[in-house]
T-cell receptor, first 113, second 113 residues
Framework: ETGVTQTPRHLVMGMTNKKSLKCEQH?????MYWYKQSAKKPLELMFV???????ENNSVPSRFSPECPNSSHLFLHLHTLQPEDSALYLC????????????FGQGTRLTVV | AQSVTQPDIHITVSEGASLELRCNYS??????LFWYVQSPGQGLQLLLK??????LVQGIKGFEAEFKRSQSSFNLRKPSVHWSDAAEYFC???????????FGSGTRLQVQP
């Protein structure tokens, strides 16, 4: 398998649930990202990991908790979400976090009910 | 802070017609510049990128873009649009250093038969 793979593709969760989004990249990259894409809004960068260290966190609410156990895997742990958190969550990777082109997964469509 | 503006939210062109999507950026130096395309329900695919050198860059699927420093623009063009080009197009900039991409709000392209 190649590229960036995200699972699940679709997720419906209640506001009291806990769930996790998974991202795996097979490109040998050393930087990974989470983006949030809401309707009629620009893509919002949530987290950046470079060499498994979080290097950027754009004031994301604590109900979103990232985890990067190694350079190939990235998780986004979700708990007590709000309906406005419903969005497409995109994972990306690049070789270096310094202005490199990013390769994106297909996203997880999250609906909070 | 850097920013990216895509002035056109929605564009409709006829199949076979030429296309130009506008992108303007605001940044103190020349950033790295990218165009991505997103089909419905999918992640983002890189069309082309500009780092330095020739200001006219060629990308995949017959797209090209021209960097104009004096206008702080990086417009995307295609001489003859195909129905399969209908999608959302995002311009992005990367300012260098350990910083991730900043995206414009996107332009949705509709192609009429």
């Amino acid at each position: 398998e190649t590229g960036v793979t995200q699972t699940p593709r679709h997720l419906v969760m209640g506001m009291t649930n806990k769930k996790s989004l998974k991202c795996e990249q097979h490109l040998g990259h050393n930087a990974m990202y989470w983006y949030k894409q809401s309707a009629k809004k620009p893509l919002e960068l949530m987290f950046v990991y470079s060499l498994e260290e979080r290097v950027e966190n754009n004031s994301v609410p604590s109900r979103f908790s990232p985890e990067c156990p190694n350079s190939s895997h990235l998780f986004l742990h979700l708990h007590t979400l709000q309906p406005e958190d419903s969005a497409l969550y995109l994972c990306a990777s690049s070789q270096g976090a310094a202005s490199s082109e990013a390769f994106f997964g297909q996203g997880t469509r999250l609906t909070v009910v | 802070a850097q920013s990216v503006t895509q002035p056109d939210i929605h564009i409709t062109v006829s199949e076979g017609a030429s296309l130009e999507l506008r992108c303007n950026y605001s940044y103190g130096a020349t950033p790295y510049l990218f165009w991505y395309v997103q089909s419905p329900g999918q992640g983002l695919q890189l069309l082309l990128k500009y780092f330095s050198g020739d200001t006219l860059v060629q990308g995949i699927k017959g797209f090209e873009a021209e960097f104009k420093r004096s206008q702080s623009s990086f417009n995307l063009r295609k001489p003859s649009v195909h129905w399969s080009d209908a999608a959302e197009y995002f311009c992005a900039v990367a300012p260098g250093g350990r910083r991730a991409l900043t995206f414009g709000s996107g332009t949705r392209l509709q192609v009429q038969p």
